[in-house]
């Protein structure tokens, strides 16, 4: 089984099911803002995630789809704010949807999706005490998402940040939404509570070792894949995992040793000899490796996680997926 | 049995439920920007509506707090990112959110709270299939008042709105939510199927009326009750029922004509004086009067569907609930 076929094929019934959900309302400037994101495609993770989860405690994968449309609409709506917030022009190649639109309708669209993926939750295929208990899951999730995101917008104004404090956004910004969708996804197939417990745990430790993963991607990855320059977290002082451990090792004293290479930090006139002197300084301190090092330790506790699936396609599956999110190139 | 009192009183029960579910998570700027409106108090109508309607169709009052907590949440939710998107600084005497904080904080707030609604509609009393219900009614609400806040953001930029798309707008903006939570209360109270349709239009056609009432009041109510000056719908060129009947009246001709006294429509320099220019000649044309009539009409055909409710102390309070939405001084 091959897991890049395997995403393909689901993305597609993920698809299929996703964008007739959005063909809502009697507003076409919002219903297209709605769709900018969903339509761009994606490799919908989380939706397989759910997906996949429910087939391997034993129940049917279908039944899992309106709960994964709901979440990938979660996910995309937070995209949509996010942008804003972040004044971000640009998503995947595309204009942000402030930018093809405005502000306030893309304030408007991300709030309507958020509706519309509740409105897809409740077609479930479970009996009403499993809703409630996925409402609450849902709920709490985007809670700690909204707390993520204020989290990293109260980063950008202090100098310092820790790692533990670093590890907790990335939890909240982007782990647990995995979580939700896994821990979902058991509660959809029947699977026993010990299983919606540590399936929920498995994903989110992958949805951790994922966006640390990408802080790697950002200075190793291939410009062609990445959508952006090499090192271009760099020049936007984008704060890493990477950055954090190196600002660690340095110390005051070896920062202020170091200011003419750091200038390169957060200057997007910087030049591509300042950009690789920075990732050369990483390298020497260890940061590269050490981001790694993290990567495969949060993968291998999520595969430990998977203990309680029998050996099937499907725990198969999600163990090639946990390596797929801490290795990939794509 | 007094209104007043009867709000006064079912506002403090609401409080006490609605405060300690905005107590979460572990950021406390997060959490003051949540709490900033819903804790500067207000008649808290729609969970008043839930809990009569309930009461009205045999149910107990009491199971319907969370499900109207939920709703409060979500008009201050909407609140929250209205006044971002209107660029609106002040809200009950009070800086707006953006601005006591800033327009990232304000955006995340407000996703945070329409998340935390729903976590609130899940401790809902009803059984899974209800909840299943309240959950789609919930939502369904929320992306027409999407709709009705898209509409309204379009319309500053149109030079002529119908008076058809104008009550569209009403209706998304603001009546939905009411007939939601008049639905939401008779399923809760386990009404009939008839009386949870006829809740629902009795309390849409309530909120048609009382949106309408505010544009009345804005040019005949007292400067102290209203919080804002008579007459600066007017300087803000605010597009009320009585403006667009106004215009209807003219015509392109007549409004060329008094241009002079139209000057001070979105004139925020206009002086008392033009104020009341504008004002004599919508009297003049009859447009305030128009307003009063439609107010009237719904108000009629909202009590009309009472029809379905038992005489009762509660019923009565429905039908001066209609008296006090359009005819309200407070």
Redesign the interface.
């Known amino acids: 089984m091959d897991i890049v076929k395997e995403m393909a094929r689901t993305a597609k019934d993920i698809d299929n099911a996703l964008l007739p959900y959005l063909d809502?309302?009697?507003?076409d400037?919002?219903r297209k803002a709605m769709k900018h994101y969903p339509e761009a495609g994606g490799k919908r993770l989380r939706p397989l995630m759910a997906i996949t989860v429910a087939e391997a405690v034993g129940g049917r994968g279908r039944a899992a789809i309106p709960f994964g449309c709901c979440l990938e609409i979660i996910h995309n709506f937070?995209l949509v704010?996010d942008d804003?917030?972040d004044q971000d022009p640009v998503r995947r190649g595309r204009p942000a949807v402030h930018v093809l639109y405005d502000?306030?309708?893309a304030?408007?669209?991300?709030?309507?999706l958020?509706?519309?993926a509740?409105?897809v939750?409740?077609e479930t295929d479970v009996?009403?005490?499993?809703?409630?208990r996925l409402?609450?899951s849902?709920?709490?999730?985007?809670?700690l998402i909204?707390?993520g995101?204020?989290?990293d917008?109260?980063n950008e104004d202090s100098p310092d940040v820790t790692i533990d404090a670093y590890l907790e956004m990335v939890e909240k910004k982007t782990a647990v939404l995995f979580a939700c969708a896994a821990e979902g996804g058991a509660i959809i197939g029947r699977g026993s509570e010990r299983q919606i417990k540590d399936m929920f745990e498995y994903a989110r430790l992958l949805g951790i070792g994922f966006q640390i993963w990408d802080d790697v991607l950002g200075l190793e990855g291939e410009e062609k894949v990445l959508g952006k320059p090499v090192g271009s977290d760099i020049r936007n002082g984008k704060r890493t995992l990477i950055l954090l451990h190196a600002m660690e090792q340095l110390g005051d004293k070896g920062r202020k040793e170091k200011k003419g290479v750091l200038r390169a930090l957060g200057n997007d006139q910087a030049t591509e000899a300042e950009v690789k002197k920075v990732i050369d300084l990483f390298r020497e301190l260890g940061s590269i490796e050490y981001a790694k090092q993290r990567t495969l330790q949060y993968a291998a506790e999520a595969k430990a996680k998977l203990a309680c699936i029998e050996d099937s396609r499907e725990k198969d599956l999600l163990e090639q997926l946990v390596d797929f999110a801490v290795g990939r190139k794509l």
Chains 1, 2 share one sequence.
Request: glycine fraction near 8%.
């Open positions: 809502v309302g009697k507003h400037k919002l937070t704010h804003v917030i502000i306030p309708t304030i408007i669209a991300g709030d309507a958020f509706a519309i509740y409105r939750l409740a009996d009403g005490e499993g809703l409630r409402v609450r849902v709920s709490d999730t985007v809670y909204a707390e995101q204020q989290m917008v109260d």
